[in-house]
DNA sequence: GACCAGGCACATC
DNA sequence: GATGTGCATGGT
């Protein structure tokens, strides 16, 4: 297994190249948009982000002073905006009054509890958590979502009820816990499924994995 | 018009 | 613990 999974990422970034993950100018903004991402097109996300830096609010202090429902308003384009903007509220809070919305602060804390003190934040999940402790705050968490399970069910790798935790300790288990790595590794499983494992529409048979 | 997208919380059994 | 449901916009 273990040379198996390095050589399906070799496979991926020889096909696809670098995918240069996470497409932000800074660890906060990644923060939101892992909220903001969820269940949702990247693109709608880029929109509301927009939003926020033209209003200038992409900083801790000044987003959490903005009202939800204004909050509600310039994420719009995400989808459940009200929900959204209820779950941002929830992980500022959170962000401010443990760290003082100091990336260097939450970035000190040891991972396995920062990740628990996440998780118990309302609106934040495990994908979006492992999301924010990889891609925001550069810590080795192999982040498991809908294209990887549906890409690794596919080829075998798993079944098709098999849990997050199982599916991420399939990775960290076997490939080096390094940070790059994982950002990468990732990010080339979503562009994989984006073009050749949709969900009603597999184009398996042209798969670069085959 | 149907289906899907870089999920999560909560209710119910 | 498993399963179902609400949340909602924008692209194909």
Redesign the pocket.
Known sequence: MNRRLYTIYKKLYCYFGPQN???ADSPFE?ML???L?????????E?AIHNLKKEKLLSVSKLAKVSQGKL?CLI??????????K?LNSFLKFFLKNYQGSIKKISSEHTPQLRRKL?????????????ILL?ALNKPVF?I???TK?IFYRHHFIDG?A??ENIQALFMQHLKKNNKLFNEYH?LL?RL??EF?????PRCSICPLK
């Not at 991402?37 to 996300?45: A, C, D, I, L, Y």
């Not at 719009?76 to 903007?85: E, F, L, R, S």
């Not at 494992?197 to 529409?201: A, E, M, T, V």
Request: proline share 3%.
């Open positions: 993950w996470w497409p990644v948009g892992a909220i991402t969820q269940n949702t097109n990247w693109h709608n996300v929109r509600a719009k384009p995400t989808g459940y905006y009200n929900i959204k903007a779950r998780l118990s934040v309302n609106g934040i999940g495990q994908e979006t958590a492992d999301s891609y982040v979502d809908a294209y549906r009820n849990e997050y990010a979503v499924g984006k494992c949709l969900k009603n529409n």
